[in-house]
Structures are given as C-alpha cells and as structure tokens.
C-alpha cells in the first residue's frame, strides 16, 4: 500500500479523467490521497472530491504565491470537515520576488504574515502542517522553530537543505517525491540517507515535477512507484519495507 501525500487532484488537469488517474492508481497500490489546500478557488473542488471518493483526503490553506487573497473567515467553515487532515500548503517562497528592494520586503512580509497565521491556526486546531520552503529556508526555519505545534507536519518536497533535518525534533516530515529521480537531484540524493526514517512520507506534488521515466508528462499519483523504487535503492531497505514506512508514518501524521 501506498499513500500519495501531496496531489493537486483538484486542478483542472484531471476534470477529464480523473476517475481513469484514480483506477491506474489503484492498480498500482495507492490506496489514499492528499489534496493539499493550496488555492481558495479550488477548494471546494478538493471537497467534492473527498466527499464522492472514501479514500481522498484534504488540506486547507494557502500557498505562498496566493499570500494576498488569505482570509481565514473564507476557509474556516472546510476545516471542520471529517476529512480535512492538515493546514496548507503554506510556507515562504521567494523564487518570483518582485524587482524593486521596497516591493521585495513587501511581498516577504505579507508571506510571513499569512504563514503564521496558517501555523498558529494548525496549532490551535492541533492539525499538522503541509509546508511549502522554496529559497527561503532560513525564515521557514525561524517561523517553524517558534511557532509551530506539537502536531508538526511535512515539509512537502522536501529541498534537500540539511538545516531542515533539525525540524524532525519538532515531529516533522519530509516529503520525497519525483525530484529524487532527477539525474541533477545529487543534492537531495546526498542528503536522502540523512533523514530519519519515520520522518519519511511519498509524494508526487501531481501534476507537476513528474518522476523519471515520465518527465514532460502530466504527473499522477501512480506515479508514486517510481518514487518508492528510487528510495529502496538509495537505502538497506527493500521497496516492500519503504512502501509500509512511508504508509505507516503518512497514516500517524495525518491520523487516518
């Protein structure tokens, strides 16, 4: 069994057939997913999903890029609902920054702002956390280390950034997916071995960062396979014994 924890089952991508990406899952092993909560306007479509399929599962929350249109009152009445597992995605990302340095310090603001916010509300609601850090590690760090809950979370793709490992105290995960594929991944190979191993959760982040042999296809969650034989051979474990590790601590964070 297999559990895919971070899919855009939700973008428009899969309106045509999402019941065929949910068969050739199946038939592959993965037996539950995780929309994470990343637009406000496709939340309900990730409802709609939990609620006609047992073994689809959602997060709410906010990505970064979407910072500017949080507003907490909008999501509260989905977070009571039986099958919203976690807060999120939500984070830092400061890869399209804008080009003036006042602009620059306004966008990083209103990111941690709205960040905190999400990780005060996931400790208030003792709900785990699906992070989002891309190049900006340090402030994820520093937000994380003193605000977050017991309850912890996932740090979804996980960058390969060994500061990062030190969150594992704090019950947090790291979410491998398609990247560790890459032929350029030696980074995050290198560091792979590092990481605890009831820290460790699958993922395909679908439709993007498809895994080899499929990049430059739409991603999807059977896809996960490639993910779980590219761990085992990183590892002393077989794909069998990754396939009960990754299940066993994706079902102890998310508690289903």
Not at 10 to 18: A, M, P, T, V
Not at 31 to 50: H, S, Y
Not at 167 to 187: D, E, H, M, S
Not at 209 to 226: A, D, K, Q, V, W
Request: aromatic share 10%.
């Amino acid at each position: 069994m297999l559990i895919d924890t971070h899919c855009h089952l939700d973008d428009e991508r899969y309106d045509d057939d999402i019941e065929q990406v949910l068969e050739n899952a199946t038939e592959k092993g993965v037996e539950k997913f995780i929309i994470p909560g990343a637009d406000p306007k496709t939340l309900q479509r990730a409802v709609d999903l939990a609620e006609r399929y047992e073994n689809i599962y959602f997060a709410v929350g906010v990505h970064p890029y979407d910072a500017g249109e949080y507003d907490r009152t909008f999501l509260e009445p989905y977070v009571t609902h039986p099958k919203c597992v976690a807060i999120g995605e939500c984070g830092l990302d400061y890869f399209r920054l804008p080009e003036s340095e006042e602009e620059i310090e306004k966008e990083k603001k209103l990111q941690k702002e709205v960040f905190i916010d999400q990780i005060l509300w996931a400790k208030e609601l003792q709900k785990p956390l699906i992070v989002h850090v891309r190049e900006s590690t340090p402030d994820c760090l520093a937000l994380l280390d003193e605000y977050a809950g017991e309850e912890g979370g996932v740090l979804h793709c996980y960058n390969a950034d060994e500061s990062l490992l030190k969150l594992a105290k704090k019950n947090f995960y790291y979410g491998i997916g398609g990247v560790l594929t890459f032929k350029n991944a030696r980074k995050l190979i290198n560091v792979y071995s590092k990481i605890p191993q009831d820290k460790l959760v699958i993922e395909t982040d679908a439709p993007y960062l498809t895994p080899h042999p499929h990049r430059g296809e739409r991603n999807e969650p059977s896809y996960t396979t490639f993910v779980a034989d590219k761990m085992a051979e990183l590892s002393s474990l077989s794909r069998e014994a990754i396939e009960t590790l990754s299940t066993q601590n994706a079902q102890r964070l998310f508690r289903f």
